[in-house]
């Protein structure tokens, strides 16, 4: 409702019209009531939320309208959850463990990013701390390698958590990591301990 209000206000708002239903190429006409030729224009779902008597829900969302005339609205996109997802915290939860899959691999696609959950740098870095000590090289390699492959973070964020080193070291630690983990079980079972740590 907000954003189709701040959509039919967008000439208003631009100074092109004092009043919504003068602006031609609007859909506000339709939702008025003062057009009908227009049969590709859905209006029923928005409307249907004031009322489900037609002429009832075009007064009101005249009323609607109106209700905000000669005042600034904000623009309701401001408020957008990962670019994609305009509603309360209850509602994004709900999108979030209804149709994002857990940390799924979103490092290239920043708005799924967001949406999914992923362990952050910091906790697998002293999750890594704990189990190979705080000063131990490994500790670090290790830290690296699950910021890699379950933080969600790009290589660039990933290395200037890690003291500022470059993408390409982080990709380089994760292989060589990954090859010694073929052959030694005892590092094996450490690292998959961790990501068992961190997955809960």
């Known amino acids: 409702m907000e954003l189709s209000r701040y959509i039919h206000l967008n000439p208003v708002r631009a100074h092109m019209v004092k009043d919504p239903l003068l602006y031609p190429w609007s859909s506000y006409k339709d939702y008025a009531g003062e057009r009908t030729g227009w049969d590709w224009v859905k209006t029923q779902w928005i409307l249907g939320q004031i009322s489900r008597n037609k002429k009832r829900a075009r007064k009101g969302y005249r009323k609607f309208i109106g209700e905000v005339s000669g005042r600034a609205v904000r623009n309701p996109l401001e408020q957008v959850v990962s670019s994609a997802i305009l509603g309360s915290e209850e509602f994004v939860e709900w999108v979030r463990e209804k149709w994002v899959e857990k940390r799924a691999y979103h490092r290239d696609i920043p708005s799924l990013r967001q949406l999914s959950e992923w362990p952050g740098l910091l906790s697998i870095q002293r999750e890594a701390e704990r189990l190979f000590g705080k000063r131990a090289e490994e ?10 492959r379950l933080s969600g973070q790009s290589l660039g964020e990933i290395g200037s958590h890690f003291g500022g080193i470059g993408p390409s070291a982080v990709s380089q630690n994760t292989r060589r990591l990954e090859e010694r ?9 450490k690292v998959n301990q961790l990501k068992r740590i961190l997955s809960e």
């Open 181 to 189: 983990l073929k052959g030694d079980a005892k590092l094996s079972e």
């Open 139 to 148: 500790s670090r390699r290790v830290a690296l390698y699950l910021s890699h």
